[in-house]
């Protein structure tokens, strides 16, 4: 599915069920699919709306493909009931929060505007280094970084970038740490 136009839109009714969702918007995007979803290419646009929620069913597996956007404030909300895999880019202009059920395979960057990254399942750091980083915008402040539960590095490394504590931006472990790289 390609969404086109300015937004918003609210496909959360639950009985969708596409392969892959792609669109240039302005407007926010919340999207439900009853199965596997993929965050692809359409006619050569990824998915860039002014805040995106992505939720899949049934243990439907959620891959990022293509560079997934947000804009004006926009906050980014998975909530994926099997494994999200990140393998593109996330340029987030608002709150990355990953929720449901299934584990992350991350395999590429979430850049935020001083904004959280939050994820509540477990995440599996894979294909070489990762960053994660809530400071891309100008100024002193950032977002925090917080594992609510386990992180396997799998020997790689994961770059962690927030600026000094005292101006915002904790980085917040709730369960174990493994198995990354230096």
Do not use: C, H, W
């Amino acid at each position: 599915i390609e969404l086109l136009g300015a937004g918003p839109f609210d496909l959360s009714g639950g009985s969708n069920d596409v392969t892959k969702i792609a669109g240039l918007v302005t407007g926010s995007v919340n999207y439900k699919d009853l199965n596997d979803l993929k965050v692809d290419t359409v006619n050569t646009v990824g998915l860039s709306g002014g805040g995106v929620t992505l939720t899949t069913q049934n243990n439907g597996t959620l891959t990022i493909n293509n560079v997934l956007a947000t804009t004006n404030g926009g906050a980014l909300a998975i909530n994926n009931s099997g494994q999200l895999i990140v393998n593109a880019q996330i340029n987030a202009d608002g709150d990355v929060t990953q929720s449901g059920a299934g584990t992350t395979l991350l395999k590429a960057n979430i850049i935020t505007t001083q904004d959280l990254v939050e994820f509540f399942q477990p995440v599996l750091i894979t294909g070489g280094t990762r960053t994660i980083d809530t400071v891309a915008a100008t100024g002193p402040s950032g977002g925090t970084i917080r594992f609510r539960s386990t992180i396997d590095g799998q020997n790689n490394p994961l770059v962690l970038v927030t600026p000094a504590p005292a101006t915002g931006g904790d980085i917040l472990f709730d369960n174990n740490v493994g198995n990354l790289a230096s």
